[in-house]
């Protein structure tokens, strides 16, 4: 089967252009060997099978961290190359290109953002440029599906340009001999996005934006979420699955190990969704009704912004602070997407340049950044009891992750390397990127979620079964109650910890722990040790070395924060 690839640098476009191309076998993989995510899809292109790729954003083909690894692996690997430009920025898109040429790969050029060249007073003559490179060239529009068609078309045309070999430095004055001759600049007025895109940037009003969008997002996520479990996913649940459950439970005659095990127990002679903790009844309920909303909600949000081309901003103005936690502004994303989940966040720790920088934030997300589904039942839970023990849970966080970061800065030998970020241009996204990005990573929790809460639950019920939590209680007593004030049956949550965080919160609901118990609770689960995916995907990442360390580390400021709090509270 024919191999395309779609290759450009960051930001150009490319996911657009890669989700009019392909239909709908899509997947997300990892490059073998490696933690490394691509996207691919199979489609059918002028009569022929093809697989589409969408390589990771390069500069150049001399890569400089593992992800532009892969991607000038993958680019070895291909049939033929889209060479996707931003035709608004044609001077730095041309370097890759010319790479390209000069090392001779099957070459077809997609000048994307075509429409955004009128709007910027940029005339681009593309029958020049194509006779100068050698190349097919297609202006595009991802937003529109302009040009998608006959890039298509000519996809057969793709063959290597106009082999010129030459060094760095020539490379880019042939490139500037190349933009004279085919780009001219007319005047334009600024645009609404324009404006915007340098207002978000500047310290103050950049700062209160970010306020603001931060603000509304999560107002928005909980408006979302909300909605879905009160007035659809959980009149769904009550009214088609209590039933089966009812008839199952009823059945095996409301006790018994299989009854514990599959249905849980009775809550006043009921089945509680919430708090039987049954595999057919909690174990299902807690990812699909209490956390896959604010897990859709999360990512609808993510993709809006990352697809508008805020988040590079945010790298910009938080930089300043992250320099004192020993990392630069990009870590911002990693924790955005830990928000979300875990695992993304600590995929996204790869885009960092050194292992100290790595080991840094990925400790801080691991332990002061809880997950969307930790978040929202910690919300659900705690919350309850008002909104001061809610803030108490957060702050005590965000505060640790200060502190935290503070002093590994402070310890850990090295130097925080400057921020060298490309900031795009604001576009608005596209619904239907946006849409298929969503159902990916939708379809990434459900598979990685659910089975970890099966069996987490499965494995709780059979320690209780077998007394081994018993057994537990009594060995970590002094623990649990003479430094943290917890009652010894919270060992059981602790122990789910490892497997879901958010379904290890959820076990602290039945046993009517005090409000002080309950934030000391939320804390130390959300501290104590990352998930078991999570901490699959750091240990790939740091090396097991490190993992040992960040693991220690988050145990012993377990132990710390809890007993600081069972003091204070």
């Known amino acids: 089967m024919k191999k395309i690839l779609l290759v450009g640098n960051p930001n150009v476009g490319k996911s657009a252009i890669f989700s009019r191309l392909t239909g709908v076998k899509v997947v997300v993989a990892n490059y073998p060997g490696t933690t490394v995510e691509y996207t691919k899809g199979k489609t059918r292109l002028l009569g022929e099978a093809v697989e589409i790729i969408d390589v990771p954003g390069i500069y150049s083909l001399s890569p400089t961290c593992k992800a532009e690894e892969v991607a000038v692996k993958m680019v070895s690997e291909a049939d033929v190359i889209i060479n996707v430009v931003d035709a608004t920025n044609l001077e730095r898109n041309l370097s890759l290109t010319l790479e390209l040429i000069e090392k001779g790969y099957p070459v077809i050029i997609a000048l994307n953002f075509w429409d955004e060249t009128k709007h910027k007073g940029i005339n681009i003559d593309v029958d020049k440029l194509q006779e100068l490179l050698g190349v097919a060239v297609v202006p595009t529009c991802g937003l529109t599906g302009a040009g998608i068609r006959e890039l298509v078309m000519r996809m057969r045309e ?289 598979f990685a979620a659910i089975p970890y809460v099966l069996l987490g639950v499965f494995v709780v019920n059979m320690l209780y079964a077998l007394k081994v939590i018993d057994f537990l209680a009594k060995i970590f007593t002094p623990v649990l109650k003479n430094i943290w004030g917890l009652p010894p049956s919270a060992i059981s949550a602790l122990l789910v910890g490892f497997l879901r965080k958010d379904v290890a919160v959820g076990m602290l609901g039945p046993l009517n722990l005090t409000t002080k118990q309950l934030i000391i609770g939320s804390v130390i689960l959300a501290v104590y040790f990352p998930c078991v995916a999570t901490f699959v995907v750091l240990t790939r990442e740091l090396g097991i070395r490190d993992m040992i360390k960040s693991a220690m580390l988050m145990i012993v400021i377990a132990i710390i924060v809890g007993g600081i709090l069972n003091l204070i509270l």
Request: glycine residues 10%.
């Open 158 to 446: 793709a063959k290597p340009g106009k082999k010129v070999d030459i060094d760095y430095h020539l490379r880019w004055q042939k490139i500037g001999e190349i933009v004279n001759q085919v780009q001219k600049l007319t005047h334009h007025h600024h645009t609404f996005l324009q404006i915007l895109e340098e207002l978000s940037i500047k310290p103050f009003i950049g700062l209160l934006l970010a306020f603001f969008v931060i603000g509304i997002s999560f107002v928005v996520i909980r408006f979302i979420g909300e909605s879905l479990i009160n007035y659809i996913l959980d009149p769904a649940f009550e009214n088609t699955w209590r039933p089966v459950v009812t008839k199952i439970s009823q059945a095996l005659g409301g006790k018994g190990l299989v009854h514990y095990i599959l249905i849980g127990n009775l809550i006043n002679g009921e089945i509680d969704f919430g708090l039987s903790f049954g595999l057919l009844t909690t174990g299902l309920y807690i990812p699909i009704v209490a956390v896959l909303p604010y897990i859709f909600s999360f990512y609808l949000m993510l993709g809006i912004l990352e697809d508008f081309g805020y988040l590079p901003r945010l790298a910009v103005l938080v930089d300043n602070l992250m320099h004192k936690l020993g990392l630069h502004g990009y870590a911002i994303i990693s924790m955005i997407l830990g928000l979300g989940c875990n695992v993304p966040g600590a995929l996204a720790t790869r885009l960092l340049e050194n292992r100290r920088e790595k080991f840094i934030a990925s400790t801080l997300m691991a332990i002061a950044v809880p997950c969307m589904a930790q978040i929202a039942v910690i919300v659900g839970l705690v919350g309850r009891r008002g909104f001061l023990p809610l803030g108490t849970v957060f702050f005590t966080l965000f505060i640790l992750w200060v502190s935290l970061g503070f002093m590994l800065n402070k310890i850990l030998k090295g130097e925080t390397p400057p921020l060298l970020l490309e900031i795009p241009p604001y576009r608005i996204p596209i619904l239907t990127v946006v849409i298929k990005k969503l159902s990916w990573r939708i379809k990434g929790f459900l």
